[in-house]
């Protein structure tokens, strides 16, 4: 018994080592080079981003495409029109690589170490698998996470250019309906693919007359003027000039202008896109129409523009003037 299970081994071991060589050399030898390697793990991905993720205070790195999953989840509602979602991922991408050191970027400019930040207010927002089921709940996480998959992976590669340049993509959540304002009204300097364009597209969005109320002390504090007691002709403040947009450019409280901008930001008000009340008690009452600062892509806008049959090409052609959509230069995918 035990010579046959010997032969049966020895057997097996011809066929396994031997047998394969003979039908190589049959069929005309070993090849004569080694077979090609495999592409280098994330090449379908993109390059590699380092990101500081603002929840753990440490830098992560990240292929670019995957990245940009958790970026599309948290700047954008899921239940957004797929071409809206594929709008928002061609700009977080044209965003990202504008910040990639390797391709020439300068960085996280809070965080040196870093290519960029999960901090919305610095760099981008972005948000883990974890934080996306608690948002979505476990039931809808697959389908959510698939259908923002899918539109990454749907213009993977592709950026928004100017100029044979990547832009500054910048985009806030909705316009109010006033469309989009001038690069130079908010922040000083024209930029020729972020002009005003008409937006009328925002369906029902967010923060459509969201109010804040302010004592005259908190409010004379906050913009570092003495607000006159209200008299008969109410509070001495008054807007001297909007923008061609419609918001407020210019606003005198007493004897002190101030621009739009800056009692949006010293106020912490949604827009500039507002008016004000006196309450009966002498409070003032600001309310606000949009949200952000209103320069780039209306996200909502966007949506809107989906729903009417309009590709995320068009979209981003609409929102930053004279661009071109195409895969960035030296990058390999």
């Given at each position: 018994?035990?010579?046959?299970?010997?032969?049966?081994?020895?057997?097996?071991?011809?066929?396994?080592?031997?047998?394969?060589?003979?039908?190589?050399?049959?069929?005309?030898?070993?090849?004569?080079?080694?077979?090609?390697?495999?592409?280098?793990?994330g090449t379908e991905e993109g390059p590699t981003l380092k990101v500081f993720v603002a929840a753990?205070?440490?830098?992560?790195?990240?292929?670019?495409?995957?990245?940009?999953?958790?970026?599309?989840?948290?700047?954008?509602?899921?239940?957004?029109?797929?071409?809206?979602?594929?709008?928002?991922?061609?700009?977080?991408?044209?965003?990202?690589?504008?910040?990639?050191?390797?391709?020439?970027?300068?960085?996280?400019?809070?965080?040196?170490?870093?290519?960029?930040?999960?901090?919305?207010?610095?760099?981008?927002?972005?948000?883990?698998?974890?934080?996306?089921?608690?948002?979505?709940?476990?039931?809808?996480?697959?389908?959510?996470?698939?259908?923002?998959?899918?539109?990454?992976?749907?213009?993977?590669?592709?950026?928004?250019?100017?100029?044979?340049?990547?832009?500054?993509?910048?985009?806030?959540?909705?316009?109010?309906?006033?469309?989009?304002?001038?690069?130079?009204?908010?922040?000083?300097?024209?930029?020729?693919?972020?002009?005003?364009?008409?937006?009328?597209?925002?369906?029902?969005?967010?923060?459509?007359?969201?109010?804040?109320?302010?004592?005259?002390?908190?409010?004379?504090?906050?913009?570092?003027?003495?607000?006159?007691?209200?008299?008969?002709?109410?509070?001495?403040?008054?807007?001297?000039?909007?923008?061609?947009?419609?918001?407020?450019?210019?606003?005198?409280?007493?004897?002190?202008?101030?621009?739009?901008?800056?009692?949006?930001?010293?106020?912490?008000?949604?827009?500039?896109?507002?008016?004000?009340?006196?309450?009966?008690?002498?409070?003032?009452?600001?309310?606000?129409?949009?949200?952000?600062?209103?320069?780039?892509?209306?996200?909502?806008?966007?949506?809107?523009?989906?729903?009417?049959?309009?590709?995320?090409?068009?979209?981003?052609?609409?929102?930053?003037?004279?661009?071109?959509?195409?895969?960035?230069?030296?990058?390999?995918?």
């Amino acid at each position: 018994m035990r010579g046959f299970f010997a032969g049966v081994f020895v057997f097996v071991l011809l066929a396994v080592l031997v047998l394969p060589a003979a039908i190589v050399s049959l069929l005309g030898g070993a090849p004569t080079t080694a077979p090609t390697p495999p592409e280098p793990a994330g090449t379908e991905e993109g390059p590699t981003l380092k990101v500081f993720v603002a929840a753990s205070g440490k830098v992560k790195e990240m292929p670019l495409e995957r990245y940009l999953i958790g970026v599309v989840a948290a700047e954008m509602p899921a239940e957004f029109h797929a071409e809206a979602l594929k709008a928002q991922a061609v700009a977080a991408r044209t965003y990202a690589l504008r910040r990639l050191k390797s391709y020439g970027g300068n960085g996280c400019p809070k965080h040196p170490e870093a290519d960029i930040c999960t901090d919305p207010t610095c760099c981008q927002g972005w948000m883990s698998d974890a934080e996306l089921r608690q948002r979505w709940g476990l039931f809808s996480y697959p389908g959510y996470h698939e259908k923002i998959a899918e539109a990454v992976a749907a213009t993977r590669g592709l950026v928004v250019t100017y100029d044979h340049q990547l832009i500054e993509p910048v985009y806030h959540a909705s316009c109010g309906g006033l469309g989009t304002e001038d690069a130079e009204v908010v922040w000083g300097n024209p930029v020729p693919y972020l002009s005003h364009v008409e937006c009328t597209y925002d369906e029902n969005p967010p923060h459509m007359g969201d109010q804040v109320e302010f004592t005259l002390a908190e409010l004379g504090r906050r913009l570092e003027v003495e607000v006159a007691v209200p008299t008969s002709k109410g509070l001495d403040m008054a807007i001297l000039s909007r923008t061609k947009a419609g918001r407020v450019k210019d606003l005198r409280v007493g004897r002190m202008t101030f621009s739009g901008v800056e009692v949006r930001k010293r106020l912490g008000l949604n827009s500039t896109n507002f008016n004000w009340r006196l309450t009966a008690d002498g409070k003032v009452v600001f309310t606000t129409y949009g949200n952000g600062h209103a320069v780039g892509m209306c996200q909502y806008g966007a949506n809107g523009l989906a729903k009417q049959g309009k590709d995320f090409r068009a979209i981003l052609q609409h929102y930053y003037t004279g661009v071109d959509i195409s895969p960035p230069p030296g990058v390999s995918y």
